[in-house]
């Protein structure tokens, strides 16, 4: 019996024979379709070829193509498990030719390969065309097919189209009959919709162009495109009309049977199908770079996550299952799609985790279901009102609580559900708009309730298709937009990173078929990415299929400064100490920024340590990794937050390990674990170098360091040993003396600076001319008055304490100093007169006549300032008048 490994491959080298180049499966998330949310055909990476968007070196292919259909249209979830045929996810054989090959060779290759190589009872086989194509059932006649088992139908069901317009043409599909003992007729009967004919190939001639209009006309480039599923015709081939009876889904099922210790063909046989064929879904998205999330893509991998998980409880599995099924799809799959093999370790952690949580929430929201239920006739649907308070108050899914109910015969009263979800839109809508945001943010909630939230694909890609969801300009908006027009682009996804958590926007390019807009920033409202742009060349329009790419060069700058401060922020704390905490940061392509809580400047050799340690780290070219996980566990595992940043039910987590003797990460030497949804580097190395620019205040208890890294900081480095080359010539010394040198000279210079500051209070104390001031008796207070020249604003509390000491118990002293259109003042009092006068008095009363506002201090000594030194005199008898007062 030949295995579904066996046929792929007989399958692929049988059309390689006939010339077609066999290309490998494309990943499941479509680069080329916008409007696609998983590839769903065979035909769906070859879309631009049949276009003639696209050229190759090839004119014919051959695929093996991953497909997943569990979301939007194709959308087969709810059907797996208990029917034969319904899959998340499928193989999808087909063979291809680009305007080189078309009927007279497609319909023999298909009857050869079936007939000959897989050996199929050709009078079991009956074929369909399309009512008015001719041609085709004249070359099915002469393969040897009988002309009453060439059935014409004049539906759609064989005739495709690409879209309303573009590409399409007649369809011929190949039926096996599986026998007259299972229900059924032939295709085009009132009895079609039986099991007992099986389509297992669909060819598609692909031989006109549609217009609006209606009308068509032939394709310069006629071309073919087929489809048969591996799963159908592997069952086909092994003696079985159910899929579930291959030899790949009977090793899955099994080995779900052996972990739960429940028979795989008794009453719960349902729960294994579906566990084995969401496993295969979920592991290849996963592989193929979806995460679970609460949107978009990660949304439908989490609800087909979610629904293996649900029938795993209702096998009675105790602990966490699907994570240790992976094994056994790897074994099975892994050599005809290595990219399971790469990512075994990631596909077990991110079920692991998943199912982990998901039983806390499956066992509440199961305990609350109930207790709903009890109050309700038997029988009674579940009202939208509670199961949206299950939904919205407990996390339990409005698809799991229909997939309970479903068990007991119920449903859910989803008019009230909508309703709610309505309300709670309204409600954030208005906290928006009051939170004093932009008139204009009710265009972004509008577009989020019609299409979504924008699904952001930059983790992994910088270039992608998308589709222009809409164009606004100052809150409207626009159909189109022309050459020169300043304008907001949404798209349904984009590989733009929009501007949050320090890292700055994605800049780089728009294109459609008509047009280009140069985007200049990203940014995101309501869960909407807009790329600010301007239009360069054309017009761009509402509807239009567009190519998204951000400017590399720019992105590579960015990643390698934000996986810097992630660097900094570890190398910050082993320095300083634990309670270094992130305050904030920026990570633009030309520099980094990274505020943080210490309460004292850094002294050089801390400084030192730290560029040291986070080069060394570099060097190291450990791997940059992420995982998705709830804030709690990414928190019990040690991973630092962002202040102030508000996380939801998921986040991203990025290590960077150090390196064990093989070259891989070992969570044991995790040196940075940092919440995080920007964008990094792949290793530590692609950082290049590391420079910090020095150590200023942000604010009250929190410092700031500036730092340069790859090119930048290579530039810098490089101007620093030029200007250091100027300074050992100027100094007529060597390169190697000039530290000792350098230090010696800064010595120097603060000895000079400590003997000038000494003579200049020197010469203040004596009053300018080499003899002291002498103080006047003001109501037995020796009151000293002095407008000084020469001398700063910090050089008087000095002065002003040495005058205290000299003139003794009960004396005052009020000091001016001409700053350059400045005035400094300070006052002061002998300790044993502050009962009777406040130094901040003598002050204040200077200062207004001195033009100045305020000032103030402590009852001994008070500090201020004024803007004109001509009133030094007047501020002299003011001091005295508040003496005379006491």
Not at 511 to 520: P, Q
Not at 569 to 578: P, Y
Not at 654 to 673: I, W
Request: aromatic share 6%; glycine share 12%.
């Amino acid at each position: 019996m030949a295995s579904l490994n066996d046929i792929r491959s007989t399958f692929l080298n049988y059309f390689g024979d006939q010339g077609h180049e066999i290309v490998p499966s494309s990943p499941l998330v479509p680069r080329n379709d916008p409007t696609l949310m998983f590839v769903n055909s065979g035909m769906v990476q070859f879309k631009n070829l049949f276009t003639g968007v696209e050229h190759r070196d090839y004119q014919r292919a051959t695929t093996s193509q991953k497909c997943v259909r569990a979301g939007g249209k194709h959308n087969d979830l709810d059907n797996v498990g208990y029917t034969a045929r319904h899959h998340t996810f499928f193989e999808m054989l087909g063979n291809f030719s680009f305007g080189d090959y078309f009927k007279e060779e497609a319909i023999p290759f298909a009857w050869n390969l079936i007939t000959r190589e897989f050996g199929i009872d050709a009078s079991r086989l009956l074929t369909t065309v399309y009512h008015t194509d001719d041609e085709a059932f004249e070359i099915w006649r002469k393969v040897g097919v009988p002309e009453d088992r060439i059935i014409r139908i004049a539906t759609s069901d064989n005739f495709w189209q690409m879209g309303p317009t573009g590409p399409c043409g007649p369809c011929t599909e190949i039926f096996y009959d599986h026998g007259d003992h299972i229900p059924g007729g032939p295709p085009g009967s009132p009895d079609e919709d039986g099991d007992r004919f099986i389509e297992i190939w669909n060819i598609v001639f692909m031989q006109n162009e549609q217009f609006e209009d209606g009308s068509m006309r032939a394709l310069d480039m006629q071309s073919i495109d087929t489809g048969m599923g591996l799963e159908r015709i592997g069952a086909l081939l092994q003696g079985s009309h159910d899929n579930y009876d291959t030899d790949l889904f009977k090793a899955l099922i099994e080995a779900s049977a052996n972990l739960t210790s429940v028979d795989p063909y008794g009453t719960k046989n349902v729960h294994h199908r579906v566990i084995a064929d969401h496993l295969r879904s979920t592991s290849f998205l996963i592989a193929d770079g979806v995460m679970p999330s609460n949107e978009g893509r990660g949304y439908v991998l989490r609800r087909i996550m979610r629904r293996a998980m649900r029938h795993a409880h209702l096998l009675g599995a105790a602990d966490p299952l699907m994570h240790r099924l992976v094994p056994s799809l790897v074994s099975q799959m892994g050599q005809a799609y290595p990219e399971l093999d790469r990512a075994q370790a990631l596909i077990e952690e991110t079920l692991r985790l998943e199912e982990t949580r998901f039983r806390q929430t499956l066992d509440r929201g199961l305990k609350l279901l109930d207790e709903e239920l009890a109050g309700l006739p038997e029988g009674a649907d579940l009202p939208g009102q509670a199961a949206f308070k299950l939904y919205d108050t407990y996390g339990f899914p409005l698809d799991l609580t229909q997939d309970a109910l479903r068990e007991q015969g119920r449903a859910v009263e989803t008019e009230g559900f909508d309703a709610a979800m309505a309300e709670q839109k309204a409600k954030a809508r208005a906290a928006w708009v009051g939170s004093g945001e932009t008139a204009d943010a009710a265009i972004w909630f509008d577009l989020e309730e019609a299409h979504g939230a924008t699904e952001f694909l930059g983790y992994d890609t910088e270039t992608a298709e998308g589709q222009v969801l809409a164009l606004v300009r100052d809150g409207d908006a626009q159909d189109k937009a022309g050459q020169g027009d300043s304008i907001a682009i949404v798209t349904n996804q984009t590989p733009f990173y929009a501007e949050a958590g320090g890292q700055v926007g994605d800049t780089g390019t728009i294109r459609t078929e008509t047009g280009a807009a140069r985007v200049t920033d990203t940014r995101k409202v309501a869960g909407v990415v807009l790329h600010q742009a301007e239009v360069t060349e054309g017009q761009i329009a509402k509807g239009q299929a567009a190519q998204l790419e951000v400017d590399h060069d720019r992105r590579t700058l960015i990643r390698a400064n934000h996986s810097a401060t992630h660097l900094l922020h570890e190398a910050l704390r082993r320095a300083l100490g634990d309670h270094v905490a992130q305050r904030g940061s920026l990570n633009a392509p030309d520099r980094l920024r990274f505020d943080f809580s210490h309460s004292k400047a850094l002294t050089l050799e801390e400084l030192k340590q730290v560029e040291a340690e986070v080069n060394a780290f570099i060097r190291q070219n450990g791997p940059v990794e992420t995982r998705i996980m709830t804030p709690d566990e990414a928190r019990g595992l040690g991973a630092q937050a962002l202040f102030g940043e508000k996380y939801g039910d998921e986040v991203r987590v990025v290590s960077m390990c150090a390196l064990d003797g093989s070259g891989k990460g070992t969570d044991g030497r995790t040196y940075s674990l940092e919440l995080c949804g920007g964008t990094h580097v792949a290793r530590t190395g692609d950082i290049g170098v590391f420079v910090t620019l020095g150590d200023s205040a942000s604010s009250a208890g929190v410092r700031r360091i500036e730092a340069l890294t790859g090119a930048a900081a290579f530039d810098y480095l490089s101007a620093q040993d030029h200007r250091l080359a100027e300074i050992a010539l100027a100094l007529k010394t060597p390169p190697a003396e000039l530290g000792p040198r350098v230090q010696g000279l800064m010595q120097e210079r603060r000895a000079l600076e400590n003997e000038v500051a000494q003579l200049r209070r020197q010469l203040a104390m004596a009053g300018g001319g080499g003899v002291a001031p002498e103080a006047e008796k003001i109501n037995g207070i020796s009151y000293l008055a002095q407008v000084l020249e020469g001398v700063t604003g910090k050089d008087l509390p000095g002065l002003i304490d040495e005058h205290k000491a000299r003139l003794g118990a009960g004396s005052a002293v009020l000091l001016m100093a001409d700053t350059g259109g400045k005035v400094a003042v300070a006052a002061g009092v002998s300790d044993d007169l502050t009962d009777r006068v406040s130094a901040v008095d003598l002050l204040k009363a200077a200062v207004e006549k001195l033009g100045g506002k305020g000032g103030g201090g402590r009852p001994d000594m008070a500090q201020g300032g004024g803007r004109d030194i001509g009133g030094a005199e007047a501020a002299k008898s003011a001091g005295a008048e508040i003496l005379k007062g006491v």
